[in-house]
């Protein structure tokens, strides 16, 4: 790795005063949201023998959320230059709290529901608008910081289904809703103290409805196609929201920078690196958290128990890169440090590839998992970091945007992708050994996607600063 200098001793290298109290504030508003993601799956069983429901239904209660999440998003940018960040994260907490705590009087399963999408809703901003008010203080820094504010968002999904179950073992689901009243009340009055006042930066601008009405509808049904591909209606409702983007990027390409988001910002060549690696490191994550389990359970014959601590050290390989970001980004080139990050995740998918193959060693998958769980900790911040350090900062908002919605759509596209592969070659295998070909042949594929992700890294230019 090619050692870059080192700054000068100063001012150049300090954070912005405040800068860990500004953190501290935006982190706890996407941490909440990632919460809620998962907080609800426990409860599932209690909520269909309470509200006389059937499942059929009461899975709405999460699958609504988590597309009520990607609804708003595309407003996240326009929102920020008409009343500026720190309102929009003011009134979306507030909305978020509120609407948890409707969700904790709701009377039956429609009004859970409604009101669940009205949270998503809310909490669909909380993070990128996290992400951009600390990309906005920390300038050049951000990676010192960002490895704080990512790590409880990304605690916050496994961490859900831990608080549920300590919550219902001595109160009733309301409680699960309940729990963000007064964590809400306190993370908007630190907020209002301490988050910075943008009204200065407001640039109004009027809002694109037509990409609005084209944009907004394209990601949610993207996302549910995806989810329910194996059905006809799933494949239809896919194709419409491809037409749907389709239309968005002719109008977008006509109004430039009064689209809802400009995609002339996909022209600067760091910050479109950013953006597909963001697509790919999202992708091959949820796809290989997909894989694990049933390759574990259905291929080697553990037990569901046994499953959750073989897949461990995937989270610890995570945890114990990210303290280190900031360091590392000091000393090593962008491109370095994610091309070393995309290589070690490389080498983790070929030695689950190669256990698929030849059997299951304990030691060696442990490696395996750790080499992805570090990996893919080294690539994300730098990549997010560089894409922001190539625009202006009257550009951050928009920028926000667009990743966001290239790293939500990444998930749920190559997670597809391999299982849609692994059902079609294990629907032809009639043998254990045709069963861990299949696999082995799975594992392979998630493994051209890392080889894909290793290239791309190769297209941040890390000299590339940020234009004023």
Not at 223 to 236: C, I, N, R
Request: glycine share 8%; with cysteine; proline share 5%.
């Amino acid at each position: 790795m090619k050692t870059k200098k080192l700054l000068p001793a100063g001012r150049a290298d300090q954070l912005p005063p405040g800068t860990w109290k500004i953190v501290s504030v935006a982190a706890i508003g996407s941490f909440m949201a990632q919460l809620d993601a998962t907080i609800v799956n426990v409860s599932l069983p209690d909520l269909v023998r309470m509200l006389h429901a059937p499942f059929s239904s009461i899975q709405w209660v999460i699958s609504g959320y988590l597309l009520a999440l990607a609804l708003t998003l595309p407003l996240n940018g326009w929102l920020v230059n008409r009343i500026g960040a720190r309102a929009v994260y003011l009134w979306c907490f507030g909305a978020f709290t509120l609407t948890s705590a409707l969700c904790a009087v709701a009377w039956s399963a429609p009004s859970l529901i409604a009101f669940r999408l009205l949270q998503g809703m809310a909490g669909g901003l909380l993070a990128p608008m996290a992400q951009m008010t600390v990309a906005r203080v920390a300038g050049k820094q951000l990676p010192r910081v960002a490895s704080a504010m990512t790590a409880p968002v990304l605690l916050a999904p496994l961490l859900g289904p831990v608080v549920a179950g300590a919550i219902l073992s001595f109160a009733s689901w309301r409680w699960i809703f309940f729990l963000n009243v007064p964590v809400g009340v306190v993370a908007i009055a630190l907020a209002a103290l301490f988050l910075p006042d943008d009204r200065s930066e407001i640039r109004s601008r009027p809002l694109d409805l037509m990409g609005l009405g084209l944009l907004a509808p394209a990601l949610v049904a993207f996302l549910y196609g995806m989810d329910h591909v194996a059905k006809s209606s799933g494949v239809m409702i896919l194709g419409v929201s491809v037409a749907l983007f389709a239309l968005y990027i002719l109008s977008a390409r006509l109004k430039g920078d009064d689209a809802l988001v400009d995609l002339r910002l996909f022209r600067i060549r760091a910050f479109s690196a950013s953006a597909v690696i963001m697509f790919l490191t999202n992708g091959v994550s949820f796809a290989g958290q997909m894989m694990l389990p049933v390759w574990l359970i259905h291929s080697c014959g553990i037990s569901p128990e046994q499953t959750g601590l073989l897949i461990a050290p995937l989270g610890l390989g995570m945890m114990c890169v990210y303290p280190l970001i900031g360091r590392l980004s000091d000393h090593f080139h962008v491109r370095a440090l994610t091309g070393f990050g995309a290589l070690l995740s490389l080498m983790g998918t070929l030695l689950l590839t190669e256990l698929a193959a030849n059997g299951l060693n304990i030691a060696l998958l442990t490696i395996a998992l750790f080499l992805r769980g570090a990996g893919g900790g080294a690539v994300g911040i730098p990549a997010m970091s560089a894409g922001y350090a190539s625009v202006s900062r009257q550009d951050i908002p928009m920028a926000t945007t667009a990743l966001n919605i290239m790293q939500r759509i990444g998930g749920p596209t190559l997670t597809t992708v391999c299982a849609t592969f692994l059902g079609w070659r294990l629907a032809i295998s009639a043998t254990s050994h045709a069963t861990s070909q299949a696999f082995t042949e799975t594992f392979g594929l998630l493994a051209v996607f890392h080889a894909v992700l290793l290239l791309t890294t190769r297209f941040i230019r890390t000299s590339e600063a940020r234009r004023s």
